[in-house]
């Protein structure tokens, strides 16, 4: 039987972890050398890359309060975030930009999936924030430092088209999403919503000459005690602006994630999405 962590057999002790698990974090993040994007500006003329999704999710299944939540949830750690340059040789760390974004005025119970189950948490939602920023990331040529995959899929992707593997879970003081600028040009993140719907986007100072795009390439089920896990390659594409030729590709990394909910088995694929 696998040991109990202290703060699961004392869980009034739980705060007093995080509290101490956060302090520590900032303070090696201060003395670890980098620099961390932190100014902002006005929008950059130039655009990227964007990405959009719904707001307001009515089919998880748990009060709506919930989703509501989770929109006063984002709009604090977006505010935070939002308009930050990632100027050349800088590192984006979402904790650090998002570390105080609480602080005048609090998060709200959102849910977030702890254990294998969606539990209702403070400051719950938040990965609609880093999936948006790193879809965006990914459509750009920041070098990704730091991401953190969901150890379970929930659901299967709203449409076949849609890639597999581009999700990234954050937990202040042990997960963050971290890209670093390695190029000669500052790109800024710009983030807002509406009643309807999250928006990102990634602008940059000049007429872009090349756009990115994510594709999977080995995408396969396969069985491990007891459990189907999806295994995908994510690889992006760089293609001339002016005429749409590929002029490179490159597997940025293979998401490896147990499927948690259920398959049906096709005898000339193997294990497919319901």
Same mark, same amino acid.
């Given at each position: 039987?696998?040991?109990?962590?202290?703060? +699961?057999?004392?869980?009034?002790?739980?705060?007093?972890?995080?509290?101490?698990?956060?302090?520590?974090?900032?303070?090696?993040?201060?003395?670890?050398? @980098?620099?961390?994007?932190?100014?902002?500006?006005?929008?950059?003329?130039?655009?990227?890359?964007?990405?959009?999704?719904?707001?307001?999710?009515?089919?998880?299944?748990?009060?709506?309060?919930?989703?509501?939540?989770?929109?006063?949830?984002?709009?604090?750690?977006?505010?935070?975030?939002?308009?930050?340059?990632?100027?050349?040789?800088?590192?984006?760390?979402?904790?650090?930009?998002?570390?105080?974004?609480?602080?005048?005025?609090?998060?709200?119970?959102?849910?977030?999936?702890?254990?294998?189950?969606?539990?209702?948490?403070?400051?719950?939602?938040?990965?609609?924030?880093? @999936?948006?920023?790193?879809?965006?990331?990914?459509?750009?040529?920041?070098?990704?430092?730091?991401?953190?995959?969901?150890?379970?899929?929930?659901?299967?992707?709203?449409?076949?088209?849609?890639?597999?593997?581009?999700?990234?879970?954050?937990?202040?003081?042990?997960?963050?999403?971290?890209?670093?600028?390695?190029?000669?040009?500052?790109? +800024?993140?710009?983030?807002?919503?509406?009643?309807?719907?999250?928006?990102?986007?990634?602008?940059?100072?000049?007429?872009?000459?090349?756009?990115?795009?994510?594709?999977?390439?080995?995408?396969?089920?396969?069985?491990?005690?007891?459990?189907?896990?999806?295994?995908?390659?994510?690889?992006?594409?760089?293609?001339?602006?002016?005429?749409?030729?590929?002029?490179?590709?490159?597997?940025?990394?293979?998401?490896?994630?147990?499927?948690?909910?259920?398959?049906?088995?096709?005898?000339?694929?193997?294990?497919?999405?319901?």
């Amino acid at each position: 039987m696998k040991r109990k962590l202290l703060t +699961q057999r004392f869980p009034f002790l739980l705060p007093l972890r995080q509290w101490q698990r956060k302090r520590l974090y900032y303070f090696k993040m201060a003395l670890d050398g @980098n620099r961390y994007a932190s100014r902002k500006s006005a929008p950059l003329p130039y655009e990227l890359a964007r990405a959009k999704s719904l707001l307001i999710n009515e089919r998880t299944g748990m009060d709506i309060k919930y989703q509501r939540n989770k929109a006063h949830n984002l709009r604090l750690a977006s505010r935070a975030v939002s308009n930050t340059l990632i100027r050349p040789g800088e590192t984006f760390s979402l904790w650090w930009l998002a570390r105080r974004a609480d602080k005048l005025e609090p998060y709200k119970d959102g849910l977030c999936v702890i254990c294998g189950k969606l539990t209702a948490v403070y400051g719950g939602g938040l990965c609609q924030l880093s @999936n948006t920023l790193f879809w965006l990331f990914l459509h750009t040529p920041l070098t990704i430092v730091e991401r953190h995959m969901h150890g379970v899929k929930e659901f299967p992707n709203p449409s076949p088209d849609d890639p597999c593997g581009v999700d990234a879970t954050i937990l202040e003081g042990w997960l963050d999403l971290r890209v670093r600028n390695d190029t000669g040009e500052t790109l +800024q993140v710009e983030l807002s919503q509406d009643d309807e719907y999250y928006y990102g986007r990634i602008l940059a100072p000049n007429e872009p000459e090349n756009r990115y795009d994510v594709v999977n390439e080995n995408l396969r089920y396969f069985k491990r005690d007891g459990g189907t896990f999806e295994s995908v390659d994510v690889i992006r594409r760089t293609i001339r602006a002016r005429n749409g030729e590929i002029i490179n590709r490159e597997k940025l990394y293979t998401n490896v994630t147990e499927i948690g909910y259920p398959m049906q088995a096709a005898p000339e694929e193997g294990l497919i999405p319901k």
